[in-house]
C-alpha cells in the first residue's frame, strides 16, 4: 500500500518562509515524479509544482514562481517545496501527490496517489 505523509505546515508572517516536506512509502521513490497541490478555503485544489523522477525537471505555477522551489532527496527519499516570500494568498492546504507509473514525463503524469494535506496559514 502506498502512503504519502507531508509535514512541516504551520502559521507563518506574511514575508515569511516555510519548507514543507513529502515522505512516501510502498513504492520506489527514485522511480516516481512528484508534487504539490493547493487548496484555499471555498476554492478548487490547483497545482503548485512538480519534479520528475530523477529531479532534473520541474515546473510551477505562474503565482508561485520564483518564491517556491520544489527538490527532492532520492536517497532520502523525501520531496521538499520550500516557500519563501509568503502571501496571505498562499494560505491552504498543501497536498503531496506522487505518480502512480514510474518514469513519466513531468507534463503527462497521469494518476496520483495523493496526502492528506498540511496546513499553511499566511497571516498578513
Known amino acids: 500500500e502506498v502512503q504519502v505523509t507531508e509535514s512541516g505546515g504551520g502559521l507563518v508572517q506574511a514575508g515569511g518562509s516555510l519548507r514543507l516536506s513529502c515522505e512516501v512509502t510502498?513504492?520506489?521513490?527514485?522511480?516516481?515524479?512528484m508534487g504539490w497541490s493547493r487548496q484555499a478555503p471555498g476554492k478548487e485544489r490547483e497545482f503548485v509544482a512538480s519534479?520528475?523522477?530523477?529531479?532534473?525537471?520541474?515546473i510551477y505555477a505562474d503565482s508561485v514562481k520564483g518564491r517556491f522551489t520544489i527538490s527532492r532527496d532520492n536517497a532520502g527519499k523525501t520531496m521538499y517545496l520550500q516557500m519563501n516570500d509568503l502571501k496571505f494568498e498562499d494560505t491552504a492546504v498543501y497536498y503531496c501527490?506522487?505518480?502512480?507509473?514510474?518514469?513519466?514525463?513531468?507534463?503527462?503524469?497521469?494518476?496520483?496517489?495523493w496526502g492528506q494535506g498540511t496546513q499553511v496559514t499566511v497571516a498578513s
Open positions: 510502498g513504492l520506489t521513490f527514485s522511480r516516481h515524479g
Open positions: 519534479i520528475n523522477w530523477n529531479g532534473m525537471s520541474a
Open positions: 501527490n506522487a505518480d502512480v507509473r514510474p518514469f513519466t514525463v513531468i507534463q503527462r503524469r497521469g494518476a496520483l496517489y
